[in-house]
T-cell receptor
């Protein structure tokens, strides 16, 4: 777990603003994931990336965008198109591109002003 | 995504009793089933996992069973302790094999 970091811990977004959440890992893991967590909703997959310069939409990708220019970094942008962005965002990684043990970052809590 | 149903949503047990959480999945192609524990305000952490070629796995007070025919798997915690209180999530690998689908979680409370 200690090899995955997310920043900031708290983030505030104004109406019409895009904000970017950072996720970095030094575990040399191939795959990285972004989840959104709402009370009583579990973890819902936003985007995932199996290798550099490639990523796929998850179940709730609308209003979000990602990039994977480096193996260790997978930033998530919450765009103004996401009308209900208040949530706890978790980044995760796993060693290979296949679904297996995922290691989570500490999370970013996004709040709307 | 694939549906992973998890029950119950809340569970309260007395210290020393056993706790059982059940999950069902919809796609027979799923082959990896992890369980995560999340304490309040913290990140989820893997506590045990099982693959489809195994029916049961045990690690001290924690065990997981898998019934591939019925497409359900369960988490068993014996001799529960107050520090077991947390939210537990089950997950199943999705049809592509590249991601996990999570259940909605079970909030377990162990009272002294």
């Amino acid at each position: 777990d200690g090899g995955i970091t997310q920043s900031p811990k708290y983030l505030f977004r104004k109406e019409g603003q895009n904000v970017t959440l950072s996720c970095e890992q030094n575990l040399n893991h191939d795959a990285m994931y972004w989840y959104r967590q709402d009370p009583g909703q579990g973890l819902r997959l936003i985007y995932y990336s199996q290798i550099v310069n490639d990523f796929q939409k998850g179940d709730i990708a609308e209003g979000y965008s990602v990039s994977r220019e480096k193996k260790e970094s997978f930033p998530l942008t919450v765009t103004s198109a996401q009308k209900n962005p208040t949530a706890f965002y978790l980044c995760a990684s796993n060693p290979t591109s296949y679904a297996e043990t995922q290691y989570f970052g500490p999370g970013t809590r996004l709040l709307v002003l | 995504g694939e549906n992973v149903e998890q029950h119950p949503s809340t569970l309260s047990v007395q210290e020393g009793d056993s706790a059982v959480i059940k999950c069902t999945y919809s796609d027979s192609a799923s082959n990896y089933f992890p369980w995560y524990k999340q304490e309040l305000g913290k990140r989820p952490q893997l506590i045990i996992d099982i693959r489809s070629n195994v029916g049961e796995k045990k690690d001290q007070r924690i065990a997981v069973t898998l019934n591939k025919t019925a497409k359900h798997f369960s988490l068993h915690i014996t001799e529960t302790q107050p520090e077991d209180s947390a939210v537990y999530f089950c997950a199943a690998s999705n049809p592509s094999g590249y991601a996990l689908n999570f259940g909605k979680g079970t909030s377990l409370l162990v009272t002294p």
